[in-house]
């Protein structure tokens, strides 16, 4: 509707659901006596922070498509969802888990971040970070309750950074990024819960039997792209895992000989 002034809102503090989407607002401080928000949609606006005045009982507000800057001023307890897609946010940093000990689902998708160092809110189920710049994946060993993990379209060439303290981890997505050997995927075997890979338009998903390599470096995979593991993939990989042990063990052997 084109809003600019939303003051009139003031008075009608009894209000717990409100869409304020596709206006021009540039401030909700008149919100701030809506003490009994439960919801609030703000997407299509042309917000530059998302700070606002503490209130007690919101449990879900979605910032979609403002022109917001950082995560600075973000403080509402019972707070369980929060969108911040398609922003102009540079840094993770701002987040408290002592002001945001409720949240469980953050959306981060769109933005221009470029690294998970910072990330303050350690008690996340889902974490969305798909379409931004990410190339370094930091400060993940906090994230210990998180179940999902979305990374498509960012510029990881490595997969340094996972932990076995993220007991919880059941779906990554990674497509889309440069992820060019499967050594890299080794590194999620620290994952003891991860269920659903996908690493589609990886350079690596060109290389011949990419789903067999995946899948015998990562045996407890039940999907891998989002296509169920077959019985006999399975067992095919198994074959492909045990002869590479024993290349190894060969070359380890070779090597001792040559040293001795």
């Not at 969305?128 to 498509?152: D, M, P, V, W």
Request: charge should be negative; include cysteine.
């Amino acid at each position: 509707r084109g809003l600019t002034d939303i003051s009139l809102l003031e008075r009608f503090i009894h209000l717990r659901y409100v869409d304020l989407s596709k206006n021009k607002l540039k401030d909700l401080a008149p919100l701030s006596s809506l003490t009994q928000l439960l919801w609030l949609k703000v997407d299509g606006n042309l917000l530059t922070s998302a700070s606002m005045q503490e209130l007690p009982y919101l449990q879900v507000i979605s910032f979609d498509r403002n022109c917001i800057t950082d995560l600075e001023g973000i403080a509402h307890p019972l707070l369980a969802n929060l969108s911040l897609k398609e922003n102009k946010i540079q840094t993770v940093l701002g987040l408290s888990h002592d002001q945001l000990f409720s949240l469980q689902v953050l959306e981060l998708r769109g933005n221009k971040i470029e690294t998970t160092a910072g990330l303050g809110v350690s008690k996340l189920k889902k974490l969305y970070l798909a379409k931004n710049t990410i190339c370094s994946l930091e400060g993940l060993e906090e994230f210990e309750q998180l179940e999902t993990l979305h990374l498509r379209d960012n510029k990881l060439e490595a997969l340094n950074g996972f932990s076995d303290r993220m007991k919880c981890l059941q779906y990554l997505n990674l497509r889309s990024n440069g992820i060019r050997s499967f050594r890299e995927a080794e590194k999620l075997q620290v994952l003891p819960m991860l269920q659903a890979l996908v690493l589609m338009d990886n350079p690596c998903a060109e290389e011949p039997d990419y789903r067999l390599e995946v899948l015998s470096r990562l045996p407890q995979l039940q999907r891998l792209d989002k296509e169920s593991i077959e019985e006999e993939e399975r067992e095919e990989a198994e074959k492909i895992h045990q002869a590479r042990k024993e290349k190894e063990k060969v070359r380890t052997t070779w090597c001792g000989d040559k040293e001795v």
